[in-house]
C-alpha cells in the first residue's frame, strides 16, 4: 500500500501519517514515521525530498507511536537503525530479500497446491495476502480469486435457516 501512495512516496524524505486503527483505540490515532531507502545501487541510500525510484529498488523503514510529538524522536531513531543495518552488515542482507523477491506459496512450500490464500486477523481488524504474481498476473484472473474468496466467505457466515 505504502508503494502505490503517491502521496508518501512523492515527498520523499520522511513522512509522518496519522492512522486510524479501530482495534488499537477508537479514539486516537496512532502516527506512523515512513522513511524509503533506494536500495537499486550499489550503496544503499535515503531519499531526498521530491526525488522517486521505482518500487522494486525501495524499502520502507516504518516506525509506529501513540505520541503524535514524536516525530524528532522517531527520525533518531530511524538514522539510528540505518547505521547499525550498515554497521553489522545487515542492508546487504536486506539488498539480498530485495532482489530475490517476495517468495510465493509454492517457494515456501515445494510441491505444494496452494497458489494463493488470505488471512484475516479478527483481533488486529487486518488482512494479509502474498503477491499476485506469477499465478494471477490479468487483471481478469485476480477477480475470479476474489470472486472465489467472496463465494468462500459467503458460504461460511451464512445463516442457515432451520
Given at each position: 500500500m505504502l508503494f502505490e501512495a503517491e502521496g508518501i512516496k512523492a515527498g520523499g524524505g520522511d513522512s509522518w501519517i496519522p492512522i486510524c486503527l479501530p482495534?488499537?483505540?477508537?479514539?486516537?490515532?496512532?502516527?506512523?514515521?515512513?522513511?524509503?531507502?533506494?536500495m537499486g545501487g550499489r550503496e544503499v541510500?535515503?531519499?531526498?525530498?521530491?526525488?522517486?525510484?521505482?518500487?522494486?529498488?525501495?524499502?520502507?523503514?516504518?516506525?509506529?507511536?501513540?505520541?503524535?510529538?514524536?516525530?524528532?524522536?522517531?527520525?533518531?531513531m530511524?538514522?539510528?537503525?540505518?547505521?547499525?543495518?550498515?554497521?553489522?552488515q545487515s542492508m546487504q542482507i536486506i539488498q539480498s530479500a530485495l532482489q530475490a523477491r517476495r517468495p510465493s506459496p509454492t517457494d515456501?512450500?515445494?510441491?505444494?497446491?496452494?497458489r494463493h490464500f488470505l488471512f484475516k486477523s479478527k483481533s488486529n481488524v487486518q488482512f494479509f495476502m502474498p503477491s499476485f504474481a506469477p499465478q494471477f498476473e490479468s487483471?481478469?484472473?485476480?477477480?475470479?480469486?476474489?470472486?472465489?474468496?467472496h463465494g468462500l466467505h459467503a458460504s461460511v457466515h451464512a445463516k442457515h435457516a432451520s
Open positions: 482495534g488499537f483505540n477508537k479514539t486516537g490515532y496512532l502516527f506512523m514515521y515512513v522513511s524509503f531507502l533506494d541510500r535515503e531519499l531526498h525530498s521530491d526525488e522517486r525510484i521505482a518500487k522494486e529498488d525501495a524499502v520502507a523503514i516504518i516506525l509506529l507511536s501513540a505520541d503524535k510529538e514524536s516525530f524528532e524522536s522517531m527520525q533518531s530511524k538514522n539510528y537503525l540505518v547505521h547499525e543495518f550498515r554497521r553489522n515456501l512450500v515445494p510441491g505444494t497446491v496452494l487483471m481478469n484472473q485476480r477477480r475470479q480469486l476474489m470472486t472465489i474468496y
